[in-house]
């Protein structure tokens, strides 16, 4: 496990142990010794398997499997040097911090012959799988658009995360990453088009661009907006509860910061009919089940939907969406894509 301080530490204490019987930790790697040596502790390892270095922990695990829990911008390095040692790979979204070192890590990864999973914990959540549910059973008729809403307070630095405050596209690389695949997850559709912006409204928190709008249209016709704000001093929809609400030509589904689904359709003189739907309780829900999906495709199973090959369309649509905001542009997602495949 490279990675054991912040988000990692979590991982530890709260997804792991689920797993305590197949999933054991041969060695971590952390470059915070305190860190480390936390994780270290809490898992029993000997300081001999606790390294600060990721390349020796890797050359003296002997592991099947490597998880990565580090900033996007050292995943390429975590992920090829996996990729050389022929180690199946979990890793934390998104794939990388630029275009090209998801180029690197997708070719790596497929040239290695290695199996490696995204961590799009959001899909999985108990109410979005409901309302994903919801719109597969044509509850709403024929999908017209869907609108998606992240917005959380961090206008102290160093709230989200000092790295996350000091990168550029802080909100999209970071954040929107998950939104913009839990549109492709909603719509059942990759992105053909993105346009919009990213910026910074001249908050000191952030050195970078910290709010969004964008506009997407899918390969299905079916149309998205997005709106990010990490200044949100008013309604916030932080993690696990983003507003997204799909339009049909039959009616609309809500989900609001209260995690409840509700299917609103208008009836000509019988006024508004508003339903709360049953949320679906899942045996593994978000980072679980993603963990779940990637033992299961360890052991012959089917591959899991946020495997990289799927996972770098959202890539390919949130630096399509960057791009977008630079240069002021419609930007072709569907040439990004097929960039990757050539
Ligand atoms: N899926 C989710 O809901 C979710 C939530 C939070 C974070 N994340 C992801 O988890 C990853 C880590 O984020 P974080 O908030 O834990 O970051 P962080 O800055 O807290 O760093 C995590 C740990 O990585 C260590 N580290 C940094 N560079 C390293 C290197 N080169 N080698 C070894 N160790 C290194 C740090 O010392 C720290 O202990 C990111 O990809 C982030 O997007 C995902």
Redesign the pocket.
């Known amino acids: 496990m490279?990675?054991?301080?912040?988000?990692?530490?979590?991982w530890l204490h709260n997804c792991l142990p689920r797993f305590a019987g197949e999933l054991e930790i041969a060695a971590i790697?952390?470059?915070?010794a305190e860190?480390?040596s936390a994780a270290g502790e809490l898992l029993g390892l000997e300081p001999s398997r606790c390294f600060?270095?990721?390349h020796e922990a890797m050359a003296k695990a002997d592991a099947e499997l490597c998880i990565?829990?580090?900033?996007?911008?050292?995943?390429r390095?975590?992920i090829l040097a996996a990729c050389e040692r022929g180690l199946h790979i979990l890793?934390?979204?998104?794939i990388a911090d630029t275009w090209e070192a998801c180029l690197d890590i997708y070719h790596a990864v497929r040239s290695a012959g290695v199996k490696c999973q995204v961590?799009?914990?959001?899909r999985f959540a108990p109410h979005n799988l409901t309302l994903k549910q919801a719109i597969q059973e044509g509850r709403i008729g024929q999908l017209v658009y869907v609108v998606g809403r992240f917005a959380a307070d961090y206008r102290t630095r160093g709230a989200w995360?000092?790295?996350?405050h000091e990168m550029p596209h802080g909100l999209l690389v970071?954040g929107a990453?998950?939104h913009l695949d839990q549109i492709r997850n909603l719509t059942g559709a990759d992105c053909s088009m993105v346009a919009g912006w990213d910026w910074n409204p001249g908050h000191g928190s952030f050195d970078g661009e910290c709010c969004a709008l964008l506009t997407l249209r899918m390969e299905t016709g079916v149309h998205a907006q997005y709106e990010g704000h990490c200044l949100a001093a008013g309604w916030r929809n932080a993690?696990y509860e983003e507003a997204y609400r799909a339009e049909g030509l039959e009616g609309s589904l809500v989900v609001d910061r209260d995690q409840t689904v509700r299917l609103l359709q208008h009836r000509p003189g019988r006024g508004l009919r508003t339903e709360e739907l049953t949320t679906l309780q899942p045996e593994y829900a978000?980072?679980q089940a993603i963990i779940r999906q990637f033992l299961d495709w360890l052991d012959g199973g089917p591959e899991p939907p946020t495997a990289i090959e799927d996972n770098i369309r959202s890539a390919a649509l949130l630096f399509g969406a960057i791009r977008a905001s630079e240069t002021h542009a419609v930007v072709d997602v569907g040439q990004l894509v097929r960039q990757v495949q050539a």
């Open positions: 490279i990675g054991t301080g912040g988000f990692g530490g979590w790697a952390d470059v915070n860190a480390r600060a270095d990721m990565v829990v580090i900033p996007p911008a050292h995943h390095e975590a890793t934390e979204k998104p961590v799009q914990n959001y995360g000092m790295f996350r970071e990453v998950h993690w978000s980072h």
